[in-house]
């Protein structure tokens, strides 16, 4: 299986600042169709996941435009360019370009 | 709206069985596949099965393989998850997902149902 290795596993924040999370696949993301199936979920303290970005660079409608993601291959970064206080919660990559789909085990960001 | 909502949850002995059960609406049910994800308490989250728009292909998780079964009745639209033989390992919270289709990803997400694997 695939192995999601997101960086850093903690990430304190001040308000107002901009964050970056990363995620290395072990292996190249890039599906035999040409895409690159590379999503961020963001948890909230107590609630479900939800989907921000998918392939790489999408944003999901109703996602604030601070959220960014970028990469390529297999490396992949999400951007927070101002953090606020609603942005705390655990992020995870996951990839669906392999069988089986895998998740990163989760940057946990939290405030300063 | 789309919505999904989970239930059946709850505790059960090693070796028990359980159903959870995810109704579904909002949206054509019987257009998608559906998938369950599982979060053991206070860890990330874990791909279990996938079912596709009629029923007709599954795919599992090599940790549930032989012990979970996943259906789906489109005339309620409700997806299933019928568990056997449970382990303690098993204890998470059980999600379902609509799949995205040719995103290869999921979009839309219930809120949970807990199942504790306990003596």
């Known amino acids: 299986d695939v192995v999601m290795t997101p960086s850093p596993l903690s990430l304190p924040v001040t308000l107002g600042q901009p964050a970056s999370i990363s995620c290395r696949s072990s292996?190249?993301?890039?599906?035999?169709?040409?895409?690159?199936?590379l999503n961020w979920f963001q948890q909230r303290p107590g609630h479900s996941p939800r989907r921000l970005i998918y392939?790489?660079?999408n944003r999901d409608s109703g996602v604030p435009d601070r959220f960014s993601g970028s990469g390529s291959g297999t490396d992949f970064t999400l951007k927070i360019s101002r953090v606020e206080a609603e942005d705390v919660g655990v992020y995870y990559c996951?990839?669906?370009?392999?069988?089986?789909?895998?998740f990163g085990q989760g940057t946990k960001v939290e405030i300063k | 709206e789309v919505q999904l909502v989970e239930s059946g949850g709850g505790l059960v002995q090693p070796g028990g069985s359980l159903r959870l059960s995810c109704a579904a609406s909002?949206?054509?049910?019987?257009?998608?596949?559906i998938h369950w994800v599982r979060q053991a308490p206070g860890k990330g989250l874990v791909w279990v099965s996938r079912?596709?728009?009629?029923?007709?292909?599954?795919h599992y998780a090599d940790s549930v393989k032989g012990r979970f079964t996943i259906s789906r009745d489109n005339a309620k639209s409700t997806l299933y998850l019928q568990m056997n033989s449970l382990r303690v390992e098993d204890t998470a919270v059980y999600y379902c997902?609509?799949?995205?289709?040719?995103?290869?990803?999921?979009?839309?997400w219930g809120q949970g149902t807990l199942v504790t694997v306990s003596s």
């Open positions: 997902a609509r799949d995205h289709y040719g995103r290869n990803s999921v979009d839309y």
């Open positions: 909002g949206f054509t049910f019987s257009s998608y596949w």
């Open positions: 079912i596709n728009s009629d029923g007709t292909t599954t």
């Open positions: 292996q190249s993301l890039v599906h035999s169709d040409g895409n690159t199936y």
């Open positions: 392939k790489v660079s």
């Open positions: 996951m990839q669906g370009t392999h069988w089986p789909w895998t």
